[in-house]
């Protein structure tokens, strides 16, 4: 039972450069998260999709583009990486279609670093 | 006033110890509370949802004062492995979880 799967584990970029981030999960979850978290500030909302085929704003979604391929599979795009991006970034799901009274699971996360 | 606050610790307890967290949150239309445990350089993952009626899981208790606006997590006989960050998280109908900083426990033998 996979669960929430990220790829790729680790990642180095060079500012400027772009990368997109994959996530997918195996329980038949209709919403989906992407977070960052960095130290002394927790864990921030980038971007969510409540149901396939929506996605809507975070906390901090500049820099940050997302694509809801289908019920599975959210991911997280950096269009022109910045060393400001240099974080830990975890994907989620939740059962309901939308964020409320439904916890959330995490995939493993993915540390990025923009030099 | 942040939406959640957590005193971020340390708290060193020694095994077997009894210890409490609170976390406030600022929002009295707050809707849903959980408890989630991160362990280092891991996910979060949830450790318990918090009720009304306040609820317990083994050697974990969880309650909720919505006058106060406060949750607590209190954790008895406390084991090596309990050593994490505790995250208190907090949501309104219809916008995202918002989770708070953490307290770390550092258990000792």
């Known amino acids: 039972n996979a669960g929430v799967t990220q790829t790729p584990k680790f990642q180095v970029l060079k500012t400027g450069q772009s990368m997109t981030l994959q996530c997918a999960q195996d329980?038949?979850?209709?919403?989906m998260y992407w977070y960052r978290q960095d130290p002394g500030m927790g864990l921030r909302l980038i971007y969510y999709?409540?149901?396939?085929?929506?996605?809507d704003k975070g906390e901090v979604p500049n820099g940050y583009n997302v694509s809801r391929l289908n019920k599975r599979e959210f991911s997280l795009r950096l269009e022109s990486a910045a060393p400001s991006q240099t974080s830990v970034y975890f994907c989620?799901?939740?059962?309901?279609?939308?964020?409320?009274?439904?916890?959330?699971?995490f995939g493993n996360g993915t540390r990025l670093t923009v030099t | 006033r942040k939406e959640v606050e957590q005193d971020p610790g340390p708290f060193n307890v020694p095994e077997g110890a009894t210890v409490a967290f609170n976390c406030t949150y600022s929002?009295?239309?707050?809707?849903?509370f959980f408890w989630y445990r991160q362990d280092c350089r891991k996910e979060p993952k949830l450790l318990m949802s918090?009720?009304?009626s306040g609820n317990e899981d083994g050697r974990f208790t969880a309650q909720l004062n919505r006058a106060s606006q406060y949750i607590s997590l209190l954790i008895r006989d406390s084991k090596l492995s309990d050593s994490a960050t505790y995250l208190c998280?907090?949501?309104?109908?219809?916008?995202?979880?918002?989770f708070g900083k953490g307290t770390t426990l550092s258990v000792s033998s």
């Open positions: 989620a799901s939740s059962e309901a279609g939308g964020h409320y009274n439904s916890p959330l699971h």
């Open positions: 329980m038949n979850h209709n919403s």
């Open positions: 999709s409540a149901s396939e085929g929506t996605t």
């Open positions: 929002n009295s239309a707050s809707q849903s």
């Open positions: 918090v009720y009304s």
């Open positions: 998280v907090v949501s309104q109908a219809g916008t995202a979880l918002i």
